[in-house]
């Protein structure tokens, strides 16, 4: 395991995804189940601040339209970089850990399930911000997966 996290972060992407985001935390996002997700966390949501429901699920619908659209070739391209880089028993052992930290780690805090917030800040601000447009600045995930899959296409043009 050890050998795919030395090639993941020192080769495999040496300048891709150069934003304030770490690689391995975008590696693990990609597999985030974010639209499985949404739905019980919106319900959450409802429960304690019913009128962030509409606001939320704008900055979902739009997030969904420009990047939640890429999330599968994201994937796709992180395994095929990946089976060159490492084979494919080792790829198959990575995509289990990026899938472990996506759903055990990334999920419970982005996207709680059946949660009863005690106020409504989740709701009205932290995870609108998960959604949020703009640099990356926003201190939110790193699921602009339309902008990694165009940074990856660019950094794979080979030079004329």
Same mark, same amino acid.
């Given at each position: 395991?050890?050998?795919? $996290? @030395?090639?993941?972060? #020192?080769?495999? =992407?040496?300048?891709? &995804? !150069? ?14 189940? @974010? ?14 601040? +019913? !009128?962030? @429901?509409?606001? $939320? ?16 070739? $994201? ?21 289990? #850990? ?8 990334? !999920? ?15 709701? =009205? ?5 998960? &959604? #949020? ?7 939110? $995930? +790193?699921?602009?997966? !339309? ?10 043009? +080979? #030079?004329?």
């Amino acid at each position: 395991m050890l050998r795919i $996290l @030395v090639a993941l972060l #020192a080769g495999l =992407t040496s300048s891709v &995804f !150069a934003g304030n985001a770490g690689k391995m935390q975008i590696f693990a996002t990609a597999f985030l189940d @974010v639209q499985g997700l949404f739905p019980n966390t919106l319900q959450s949501c409802s429960d304690i601040a +019913p !009128a962030s @429901v509409a606001p $939320l699920q704008a900055a979902y619908a739009q997030w969904q339209a420009k990047h939640g659209v890429y999330q599968q070739e $994201l994937q796709q391209i992180i395994r095929k970089n990946l089976l060159l880089e490492v084979g494919a028993e080792q790829t198959e052992q990575a995509i289990a #850990a990026f899938r472990y930290a996506a759903s055990q780690q990334i !999920a419970p805090i982005h996207f709680p399930q059946n949660y009863h917030f005690k106020d409504d800040y989740f709701c =009205t601000r932290s995870l609108l911000r998960e &959604f #949020a447009e703009g640099t990356g600045d926003s201190g939110g $995930l +790193p699921l602009k997966f !339309a902008d990694y899959v165009r940074e990856w296409k660019q950094q794979s043009i +080979p #030079a004329k």
